[in-house]
Structure formats: structure tokens, C-alpha cells
């Protein structure tokens, strides 16, 4: 027989050999502070920034420089905090700001502070509220008068309600005023409009309705104008709007005397100058201040609409220069002397007019902005809008639909009205003005979204480019404040910071949070197909998103960007992270089936071969439900998820994606989870809730969702955290009973063959951590009170359901966990793998063969990670460095994967498997995450029969028998020895190589 055979060693002492296992550091830069929420207070720039590493959401002032760019804290010490679920925390009070604030970190005692950027400046104004509890502070409105600076506003002090409070910026000042409703209902005053030196507003009382009211900061001047519509009924409705002239006020507002339609009124702040100008002029709106005139509309049958009243009695008809029959004016917008709006005409065409105080403050001219027949500006309330510039100028959109907008800018003339040449029709955001120059978002020609900046109507130019060597990404606008544009952006480096320009060239202002921290949540949720591993990842500019790898350094990239740039206006921050700007998508599941990656995040649920972007199978509000996870099951060729109470299918496109149905009929949009989907025999099972049975096991067959056993008749109890496993054809589920506490059930889908395996009492917790053993036991983490938390297992009768093993002798509770495999127990060979505590030696890892003998623990352990592969069990290791290992069935089988942060830890987490491949996380000392991959080898291999694989690996030794067949290259690696022992054949053609190395993996080779 003749047989080609090549024998290579190479011989490498262990430290040598060749490999790289970082695969991805996921965050470089060092963390953000996303500033945000900021005003200008006399040209100092107040705002939000966070601090990751001690959660701190504090305020912040800056003169544009690193030095003028300081952190508001108190002569104590005490860093005031803001309130980041409202962008309503600085309000400017002259030279000071007034700061809705508490006194420390998730303390909700938000009450109202003021500061002038120093220690001695910045102090409570007054803890209106009990201690711990927030005051409701809203409406704050700022008046001046005699030379001094109030603040009206609505606060809550516990007893009386929402009320009217004032403060002249000193705690004595800051006081209640009156006690409009009494009691503790509230009055809820808004509104704030100042007349002369005092203020009106607008109040609710049991007598009188919702009301416009008068204060002067006295409860003596504090008094009802009048009572406009008599009775408890409200004259102020949704438009209501105080416009002040001089010593004179108009409102819109509703009397009773014709239904469903308001009036013009005219007051001086008494109840002899308050009185209605007419119901010739019905549904007056849009009152505006223009050239010493109240500006309003009206809704006319025929004619025009466009009225002005000054110190007259008597409204003046806006007269026009268009032959119009018939027209309507809206959206009035002063811009310096200028003042435009929009012109509707009764044939539905809509163009732009305007009124110059300088040419006649009396006749509104036509700017033809499309011929067109139609009417071209915005539905969108939003989009439909004249936004003025500080010499007298607007831009404006045109378009019905996003992405489909327009730009404009108009100086008041036809010539001078025209789209900016070089954008497109897209989506717009974040517009700010900044004298006359203009910042927005919007999407390019590829539907990338970019921050653009335009002057006076120029081609708008990007405003990273204005300054390339700052390399900026991500823009978003501020605010102006004193001669300076303010906006935060993303750098390589610095993360999300502040920086400043002058629409010509930008300028970094600070690095506020210099410290490195990295999301939590990284790689903790992954999913693999042929194309790929796919994993969660925050690289601090896109947030936390689905990220791609191979294994290699160079095929590892983000995969999709479900959450992208920019995130909503509308966006506030979650109570427990400040990640803002990078606005991550927040993800319920990963899941694999046919080769198809299946999403599922808190906004939809999307599909994706992994090589092509995901496509949208799903959109709905409830899936942003909190409460217990929603999740996916497939069976019978299909997809199955849960939004809440609902069941879901899909086949994998938009059309196929579609409801099953409720659990309760009765109750379609209830907030009772679905949870545990399991498929078993071409059936879903699944626990639910119903107002009948509830708790209770239900099943799908493809035609309707039915019960499967009341096994607890009546309403028992809702359990979020009911856990389910499927063991050969069995369903294992958790429930409670009032009368017997948690409980251990078994089904295999019929009322006959449902039934109790074990109640564990009402003290302590259910059981968990379900784990199928080999599809014939079931393992788990169970309570009772004569032997606390320990590994129980079952066979699926009453008699095979017991203990495995007090691990922690008597009551004590070793609580045999595990966090990696979906929160299930590691399964490798013929044993179970999870950590558990013991009296001497704390928490260690396990394993057991599930029986009393066979638990025993095989080595100290960091955290609550074990997972099990083809090689062994890997886990961090719980010696004086925490690093990444792997074991079998001995303490001495422990292998050492890598020292990755030498004379320190790297403390990883989240092990997964792929392709051969071992994957995990770490974090460096200063709080940077990477993810590293090994070879997945067992210690040692012994091999025999025909080759069927082209190469084996092993740690220490591989002893080999095969037979080689024809045409077959065979490689075997070992990092001691390797021996061919009796029976070793290399057929005709064949071509085998021996070397000595390592199991190593580099993820710097292509």
C-alpha cells in the first residue's frame, strides 16, 4: 500500500505559541456626557452632562472655553442633580438660573434651586414638598417689575395640591401665593402672561371653572378677572392664548352664548375693563404681537379672515393685494419687522404672505411659492411652521410626507424666496436658528442623516467639515448662547461633548467625562448562523446594536444600526442610564431559525439572512411594555413570539407576520404576559392568564389557543417569573398556589396527563433555572424550608422528583445557578455544571451526575457564568486572577485559555460558542470592554474508526487509530504529544500532518 504521508513538529515552549485572541475592544473613546438640555443665561451656557462612573446627572455652565466649562456644585459639596426625564430643568432668572433639581442622585426630592455658576451662589430655594418627594414643579414663567425679578409657578407641597407659588430668588421669597382650589385638589395654574406689574393666568376652582385670574405675588392680589363663562363651566379651551399690548390684553375664549365657539375678550387685568369684543369676530386665533398690534384670525364663511386690533375698541380688516373670494390666513410668524403667514385660498391652494411693518402694517402681500393648485406645506404641525431668523427672515418646508421635505428660505420677496439648491426631499430635525444661520438634520442623497448649517439661504454645507482636523460625527444642535452656537458630537477620542461654532469654523470646549466605562449589556444577548456570530455591542457613537463577527479581527463590524442617528426630539433618558445621543435600541430577544436571524427589540421585530440589512416584520407600541421579556419559539416551519398577551406567527415576511390571538377574549390588551413559549410534537405551549382560570398552561395547534388544565381552579395567581422546559415530550412549568406556595407541574399536552410533581411551600422562591438533562431529566434550583435553595431533579413522576443534594448542610441555601445558556444549567458529557455555595468555601463550581455522591465542586469561581461546549465547561476562573478557563471532568482537567490582563483580572463573561470558536467577555481595569476567542479543544482525544473531519485538536495529547481514507488530508494538533497507535492506516493518496502546538486561535490571520 502506498501512502503519502507528511509528519510535521514544530516545538514551541507553552507561552510561545502564536495566538491572538482579542478579537474587538468595543469601546475606545472614553465616555460621554452627552450635554444636553441647556439655555443661555446673559451669554453663559447652562446645561445636563453625566458622569458615568458615579452616576452623576448634574448641571454645568460654560463660557465656550475648557476653564469657563465647570461643574455646578455648592459650598458643601453637594452636586445639585437634574431631573433627566424633562428637558425643563434650567430656567434663566436674570444673571442666575433657576434649577429644578434634587440633592443627590436618585433622590426624586426635585425641588426648585437657583444658582450663578458659583458655590456661594447655588443653594434650595425651598424643599416645598415632604422630604424624598418631588414638588410637581412646572409652568415657571419669570416676570419683571420695579426693578425686581419674580417667578410664578404651579408646585405641589403635599397637601394642598398643584397651587400658585412665586420666589423673588431667595428662600424667604419663595412661598406659596394662594390656595386657588382649596384643599388638596389642585388649581393648576398656566398661562403666565405679565400685564403691566402683574400677572395673568389661568386657573381651575370648583365654582368657577378654568378662569383667567390676576396676581400681583400676594394672596390679597391674587383674584378671579372674571368669570366669562358663568357657572363652573371653563371659558379657556385647548387655543386659549394671552397676547399683551402695552396695558392691554386680548384672549380667546369661550363665554356661553353660542355652542362650540369662542370669543375675543379684552381686559386690563379687572373685572370693570374685561369685556368681549363681539361675536362678529367667531373662533378668533393665532393672536399674535406684531408693530404695536394684537394680529388674529377668524373662521369666515366668505372674504378674508385676517383682523388686527390696537387700543381701538374696534378690529381692523386686514386688507390684501391677491383677488381672492375667499381666504384664510394661519400660522403667523413675526420675524424682526416682518410678519408672515400662510394663505389658504377656497380653491385648497396654500402660499406664503407677509406683512411688513416698514411698507404697510395693513395689506398682506402674496409670495407665490408653487403654482400649483395644491397646497404645498407640511400637514405635519411640526413640519408646518415659518421658522424666523434675526434680521427678518424665515425658512420653511415644504412636502406632505417624511422623508419628502423641503427646505426654503424667504426674505419676504418672490425673488427672494427659494429652496436651498443643494439638499433633497428628506426628513428634518433638530432645527435651531442661530442669528441668521440655520443648523438642522436631514438625510443626503444615500439616506444618510447629516447635520447641515446654511446661511441666509446658501447651499447648506456640513457642519463636521467646517472643521475636519476636530473628526466629528453625529451632530446634533444646541442652542445659541452669547456669540456662540453650542452642539454636542461624537469623536473617536472624547466620545459625546461639547463644542461650540460660529457657522464658520467649530471649537471643542471640553472633555467633561474623562473616565472609560462600557454598556453592561454588551455581548449579553448573542445568535449565530453560517454567516456569522451576532452579538449586542456599544462602541459609544451608535449605542447598543447587533454587531457581526467571524472570528477574525478584520469581520467583525457593526451589522445594523436598528436605533439610528439621529434619535427623536422627542427622546428622554431612562431613569438608569444616561446613554442618550447614542441611542441604543433596547433588545428583548436574538433567535435562529432556517439559517434566519429573528429580532426582536422594544420598537419591532425584524429579520435578517446576516448578510443583507434586516427587514421589518413587526411595529407596535406594546412591545415597549415593561414587564416579563417577550420571546420567539418556532414550530411548524414558523416563528412564534409574544407582544404581551398576544401570540404572533410569521413565516418570515411582513405579509406572513400576523396575530394568533389572546389568551383572554375578554381582555384583548391586557398586561398579562405570555411566557415560556415551548414547541412539543408540532404544538406551542405557553403559560397564560385569564380572568376565568388564571395562571394557567394553554396550547396552539394552528387553529385556536386552548387551556390545557385548570390544574388551580379559579383565579389563581399571576406569577411574571413562571418558568417552562420541554424534556422528551413533556412541558415542565412553575405555578403558585395560595395554599401550597410554589409548585412543580408536568404535561404532555392532555387534561389526563397534567398533573403536580411537587409543591414546595409558600416561603421562599419558585423553582428555576429549568434545565433539560440528556431529554430525560429535568434539573433544577428549588426551596424548601428544611433544606433552603438547592439542585432538585425529575423524572417527570411524584416519587422521581426530589433532591439531588443539600450542598449547603441545613437550612442554608447553596442556590445552585447559572447565568450563561439562556439561564439554564451547562450540560457537558454525563454531567450538569453550575455554581453553588458552600459553608467553607463560598461559591464555587459544580458539577454532578445527579446523585448525592457525584456533586462535588471543582474549582473556585468569579462569577456566575459556566458554559458548556464541545471541550469542556468554561468559566472565569476563581483563583488570585480572574481569567478565562476551561474544565472537564476533574480540578485537574482546568486549563488556563489565556492571561489576558497580567498581575490583575479580566473577569469574563457571557462564554458562547461558534464555528470551533470560543467567545467571551472582558473588561479592563479601566472599565473598557473586548471580546476574546479561543479554540474550543478538549484536553485530550482519542480517536478511532474512519476520518469523517480534517482536523483534530487537544490541549495535551491526541492518540489516534484512524484509517485515512483516500484522498484525505487529516491534520492533527496537540500541544504535547501526539501518538498513532495500533490500527493507524493512511490510505493510498492520503496526506496527514502532526504538529505540536498549542490550541490556539488568532484573530489577526485572514
Known amino acids: 500500500m502506498k501512502a503519502l504521508l507528511i509528519i510535521v513538529f514544530s516545538l514551541f515552549i507553552s507561552a510561545g505559541f502564536a495566538q491572538t485572541s482579542l478579537l474587538t475592544e468595543i469601546k475606545s473613546s472614553t465616555q460621554s456626557s452627552y450635554p444636553r438640555y441647556g439655555v443661555d443665561v446673559n451669554g453663559t451656557y447652562y446645561f445636563v452632562a453625566g458622569m458615568a462612573n458615579s452616576p452623576d446627572y448634574g448641571f454645568w455652565k460654560s463660557d465656550g472655553t475648557p476653564g469657563g466649562t465647570t461643574k455646578i456644585i455648592t459650598t458643601t459639596g453637594t452636586r445639585p442633580q437634574a431631573n433627566i426625564r424633562t428637558k425643563e430643568n434650567i430656567i434663566p432668572f436674570g444673571n442666575k438660573a433657576l434649577l429644578i433639581a434634587s440633592d443627590y442622585y436618585n433622590n426624586l426630592n426635585f425641588e426648585l434651586w437657583i444658582t450663578d455658576g458659583t458655590p456661594a451662589g447655588t443653594f434650595l430655594l425651598k424643599d416645598i414638598n415632604t422630604p424624598g418627594r418631588a414638588s410637581d414643579i412646572k409652568n415657571v414663567k419669570v416676570v419683571s417689575g420695579k426693578g425686581a425679578l419674580k417667578a410664578f409657578f404651579s408646585a405641589n407641597n403635599g397637601t394642598l395640591g398643584e397651587e400658585l407659588w412665586v420666589t423673588d430668588g431667595t428662600p424667604d421669597g419663595t412661598k406659596l401665593v394662594k390656595d386657588i382650589y382649596p384643599g388638596s385638589n389642585s388649581s393648576l395654574p398656566s398661562d403666565f402672561v405679565q400685564l403691566q406689574d402683574k400677572v395673568l393666568f389661568s386657573a381651575t376652582e370648583p365654582t368657577h371653572g378654568r378662569e383667567l385670574w390676576i396676581t400681583d405675588g400676594t394672596e390679597a392680589g391674587t383674584e378671579l378677572v372674571k368669570d366669562i363663562y358663568p357657572g363652573s363651566n371653563s371659558s379657556f379651551v385647548n387655543n386659549s392664548k394671552i397676547v399683551v399690548n402695552d396695558n392691554t390684553a386680548f384672549v380667546n375664549l369661550k363665554d356661553g352664548t353660542l355652542v362650540n365657539t369662542t370669543i375675543l375678550v379684552r381686559t386690563a387685568g379687572t373685572f370693570n375693563t374685561t369685556f368681549s369684543i363681539g361675536s362678529s369676530f367667531a373662533n378668533p386665533d393665532n393672536l399674535t404681537l406684531f408693530n404695536g398690534k394684537v394680529y388674529f384670525t377668524t373662521s369666515p364663511s366668505s372674504g378674508g ?184 458630537a461624537y469623536n473617536p477620542a472624547t466620545g459625546y461633548e461639547l463644542y461650540k461654532s460660529n457657522g464658520i469654523t467649530n471649537t471643542f470646549v471640553k472633555d467633561i467625562d474623562v473616565t472609560y466605562k462600557s454598556n453592561d449589556y454588551n455581548f449579553s444577548k448573542t445568535v449565530s448562523n453560517s454567516n456569522g456570530l451576532f452579538f449586542l455591542a456599544d462602541d459609544g457613537k451608535n449605542g447598543l446594536e447587533l454587531w457581526k463577527t467571524n472570528g477574525k479581527q478584520v469581520g467583525t463590524s457593526l451589522f445594523s444600526d436598528l436605533n439610528s442617528y439621529p434619535m427623536p426630539e422627542t427622546t428622554i433618558a431612562q431613569e438608569d442610564a444616561f446613554d442618550y445621543y447614542s441611542n441604543s435600541s433596547k433588545f428583548w430577544d436574538l433567535y435562529e431559525f432556517n439559517d434566519q436571524i429573528y429580532i426582536m427589540t422594544y420598537k419591532g421585530i425584524w429579520i435578517t439572512n446576516g448578510i443583507y440589512p434586516p427587514i421589518q416584520l413587526y411595529e407596535g407600541p406594546r412591545l415597549s411594555q415593561l414587564g416579563y421579556s417577550n420571546k420567539f419559539e418556532a414550530a411548524n416551519g414558523l416563528v412564534y413570539f409574544n407582544v404581551v398577551n398576544e401570540l404572533w406567527q410569521t413565516a418570515g415576511s411582513p405579509e406572513s407576520t400576523t396575530k394568533v390571538g389572546v389568551v383572554d377574549n375578554t381582555r384583548p390588551n391586557d398586561s398579562y404576559y ?97 434545565t433539560n438533562f440528556k431529554d430525560s431529566l429535568l434539573v433544577f434550583q428549588a426551596y424548601d424550608s428544611e433544606n433552603g435553595s438547592e439542585l432538585w431533579k425529575s423524572d417527570g413522576t411524584v416519587a422521581g422528583t426530589k433532591l439531588v443534594k443539600d450542598i449547603y448542610p441545613g437550612t442554608g441555601s447553596g442556590s445552585p445557578i447559572n447565568y450563561a445558556n439562556k439561564i439554564k444549567y451547562a450540560v457537558f458529557e454525563d454531567d450538569v455544571y453550575f455554581l453553588a455555595s458552600t459553608p467553607a468555601n463560598g461559591r464555587q463550581l459544580f458539577k454532578s451526575d445527579l446523585t448525592p455522591e457525584g456533586t462535588i465542586p471543582l474549582s473556585d469561581i468569579t462569577n456566575i457564568y459556566a458554559y458548556a461546549a464541545r471541550g469542556g465547561v468554561y468559566f472565569a476562573d476563581g483563583g488570585s486572577d480572574s481569567e478565562p478557563v476551561k474544565i472537564e471532568s476533574t480540578s485537574a482537567s482546568k486549563r488556563l485559555l489565556a492571561n489576558i490582563v497580567p498581575n490583575g483580572h479580566s473577569l469574563p463573561q457571557y462564554f458562547v460558542g461558534h464555528n470551533g470558536l470560543i467567545f467571551t467577555r472582558i473588561a479592563l481595569p479601566n472599565g473598557t470592554h473586548q471580546i476574546h476567542v479561543f479554540k474550543d479543544c478538549k484536553n485530550n482525544a482519542i480517536l478511532a474508526g474512519d476520518i469523517n473531519y480534517l482536523y483534530t485538536q487537544a490541549y495535551d495529547t491526541i492518540k489516534s487509530s484512524n484509517t485515512i481514507t483516500a484522498d484525505k488530508s487529516y491534520k492533527l494538533i496537540a500541544g504535547k504529544s501526539i501518538e498513532l497507535t495500533s490500527g493507524f492506516v493512511a490510505d493510498s493518496n492520503s496526506i496527514f500532518e502532526a504538529k505540536i502546538e498549542a490550541c490556539v486561535h488568532s484573530t489577526t490571520d485572514n
Open 674 to 770: 405570555i411566557r415560556g413559549l415551548r414547541a412539543i410534537n408540532h404544538k406551542l405551549y405557553f403559560i397564560g392568564y385569564s380572568t376565568m382560570y388564571g395562571d394557567e398552561v394553554y396550547k396552539y395547534d394552528g387553529g385556536n389557543i386552548s387551556l390545557v388544565k385548570d390544574a388551580i381552579p379559579g383565579q389563581n395567581m399571576y406569577i411574571f417569573s413562571s418558568e417552562t422546559e420541554v424534556v422528551g415530550n413533556s412541558f415542565y412549568y412553575t405555578k403558585f398556589s395560595s395554599a401550597e406556595g410554589c409548585q412543580l407541574y408536568v404535561t404532555d399536552g392532555t387534561e389526563a396527563n397534567t398533573r403536580l410533581l411537587h409543591s414546595f411551600g409558600t416561603a421562599g422562591s419558585c423553582p428555576s433555572y429549568l
Open 305 to 488: 379672515n385676517l383682523y388686527y386690533i390696537d387700543n381701538n375698541s374696534i378690529p381692523v380688516t386686514i386688507a390684501n393685494d391677491f383677488t381672492y373670494y375667499s381666504w384664510r390666513a394661519e400660522n403667523l410668524t413675526v420675524s424682526n419687522d416682518k410678519l408672515f403667514l400662510l394663505i389658504n385660498n377656497s380653491g385648497g391652494q396654500t402660499n406664503l404672505g407677509v406683512i411688513e411693518s416698514s411698507v404697510d402694517s395693513e395689506i398682506a402681500h402674496l409670495i407665490q411659492v408653487t403654482g400649483a393648485n395644491i397646497d404645498p406645506f407640511p400637514t405635519n404641525p411640526e413640519k408646518r411652521k415659518l421658522i424666523p431668523t434675526s434680521n427678518g427672515n424665515i425658512y420653511f418646508f415644504t412636502g406632505q410626507t417624511s422623508p419628502g421635505y423641503r427646505l426654503w428660505f424667504s426674505n419676504g420677496t418672490q425673488q427672494g424666496t427659494t429652496n436651498i439648491l443643494n439638499l433633497w426631499f428628506g426628513n428634518y430635525s433638530y432645527v435651531r436658528t442661530f442669528n441668521n444661520k440655520l443648523f438642522f438634520i436631514t438625510n443626503d442623497i444615500e439616506g444618510k442623516n447629516q447635520c447641515y448649517v446654511t446661511d441666509n439661504g446658501s447651499d447648506a454645507v456640513l457642519v463636521k467639515n467646517l472643521t475636519p482636523d476636530l473628526n466629528i460625527d453625529n451632530v446634533y444642535p444646541l442652542v445659541q448662547s452669547g456669540d456662540w452656537f453650542y452642539f454636542s
